[in-house]
């Protein structure tokens, strides 16, 4: 899989980690994140990995900030984005499941990167289910449309 992360000054050391361990797993990464001792904006970040997704250059997206949550909206800006913050393995995969998320936002102060590795790999390992979510799901598409 084909997996874009970005990264804002405060998930810099979680990052490297990360892609060292998705990369054993034999996925190819693309690092679009800052390193330690940078310093950038959220948005920034989050926009270069959201449009990666949408022109449908990755097949997945990795977003770390202090808490997530500025990296999950500034990415649900872009078409065809869903993000959404995730802390834990049910989360992960029903978030899959049921929404079809495409880019993993991660709380890079408050979880230690051993914590993740079980959450990307449920998510990763997911598939979507389709049937009667790929109804919702269409809808929020609809939504993109109808509002920009």
Not at 4 to 17: M, S, V, Y
Not at 83 to 110: P, Q, S, Y
Request: aromatic fraction near 4%; hydrophobic fraction near 35%.
């Amino acid at each position: 899989m084909h997996i874009a992360i970005g990264n804002d000054h405060r998930g810099a050391l979680i990052k490297k980690k990360l892609q060292a361990s998705l990369e054993k797993l034999g996925h190819q990464v693309i690092d679009d994140g800052a390193n330690e001792g940078d310093d950038c904006d959220y948005p920034d970040v989050a926009a270069v990995v959201a449009k990666r997704i949408a022109n449908k250059e990755v097949d997945r997206g990795i977003l770390i900030c202090g808490t997530g949550i500025g990296m999950a909206i500034a990415a649900n800006k872009i078409n065809g984005v869903r993000a959404t913050t995730c802390g834990d393995v049910e989360t992960a995969k029903i978030c899959r499941r049921h929404n079809d998320v495409n880019v993993l936002c991660l709380a890079g102060e408050f979880v230690d990167h051993g914590d993740f590795e079980p959450v990307i790999q449920a998510w990763l390992e997911t598939e979507f289910e389709g049937g009667r979510h790929d109804r919702r799901v269409n809808k929020i598409t609809n939504l993109e449309s109808r509002c920009n």
